[in-house]
């Protein structure tokens, strides 16, 4: 790629931004964002609502110029290499890149919304945004203690539960699964985590599904009055929270005539069936996998870069991220750290070691098949987290004198 080459990137978030950071002079870089904040870290949401951190705080190095803040994209004419906008503008491209990011998905819940209509009702929030986050942030301002109902239990619900619990309001926490992040987590650690929430007031139904809404007339629209769950209960809720997931946002792709299926799918040197389109981040679909989290989208963003300038030291094609979940909220009388990475639950011959420590409410785990680490959990101490991670990433054979409880020990095995 030469410097006279034009990168048109549609989204402003970490993938985006990270692709143009590494980029750097060796391209004419434009990343034209949606949103009108200055770029921030989603992951940091659950801080900026528990009132841990500011919502500055969050803010991801300034792009410069090279970023349009508040225009969104609404067509892709491949033909002319152009992507046109809503505010009317224009920009040509010699290598466009999605980083599209995904939706928050509404589950269909009777009274979510009227029909024919697109509004939710007043006190009802998805939970993805900054804007979601200052939403929030002003309802519990304007409604100390308000009854609060978080609408599913993976690692977004337990978040928002958890901070919202944090500042005051009476939470319940509705999951249609059997457990807490079941994704992530085996049942032991589940249940501690389980323990954990309800220590700090949050109220836990598993196995419930949440069959509709409640609502009033409030000025010209509605506002939430309740949760109904098809067990038969009612729950008051001034405010409700759905955490029900997130869906790569691939219309444009798809209106562009890209193969779209879970999300966009690209090949190895992250092209789309467009070899002048590339996607990375939350809308991208490789291999069969979408992988929704920062470090996949990270990794992809440098990937792509030594893709468009045939630079090292990264490699000129991506082969996949082994993604490690994390959630750290360590702040508190009650800190909460856990990690989470591959798989979890072990199949019939694994060989598995726990280490379980009730008074100090810490929980390790490692599963290893054959001569691999094939996944692992901790929960409330995290100091070996490193070292394992590095040996579930690196893929490589466990030695013939490793001690596998040395696995979980402090130093990791070190």
Known sequence: MTSQQRVVVIGGGLAGLRLAARLGGDAAVTILGEEPHVPY??????????????????ALPAPGPALRRGVRAVRIDRADRTVHCDDGSAWRYDVLVLATGSNPVLPPLRGLFEPDGRDLPDGVHAFRTMDDCLALDSALTARPGANAVVIG????????????????????????GT???????????SALLHTHLGELG??????????????????????????????GLHLDADLVVLACGVRPRTGLARAAGLDARKGVVVDDRLRTADPRIHAIGDCAEHAGRVYGLAGPALEQADALAAVLTGGAPAPTTYGGTRALTRLTLSRGPRPLDLAAFGETTALPGDDVVRLADATR?????????????????????????????RTWEDDEPLRATDDLFHLITDDGGA
């Open 202 to 231: 949050v109220e836990i139904h598993t196995e419930c599904r949440v069959r509709g809404l409640t609502t009033r007339a409030a000025g010209t629209g509605r506002r939430v009055t309740g949760v109904d769950l098809a067990v």
């Open 153 to 176: 239990g993976g690692l977004l619900g337990v978040s928002a539960a958890r901070a919202l619990a944090e500042r005051g309001a009476r939470v319940v926490l509705a999951q249609q």
């Open 41 to 58: 870290n989603r992951v940091l949401l659950a801080e900026v609502l528990a009132g841990r951190y500011a919502p500055e705080v969050t």
């Open 361 to 389: 409410r810490t929980y390790r785990k490692v599963v290893v098949r054959g001569d691999r680490l094939v996944g692992g959990v901790l929960l409330g101490e995290l100091s070996a987290v490193g070292a394992l991670a």
């Open 179 to 189: 457990r807490l992040m079941e994704r992530q987590l085996d049942a032991d650690a």
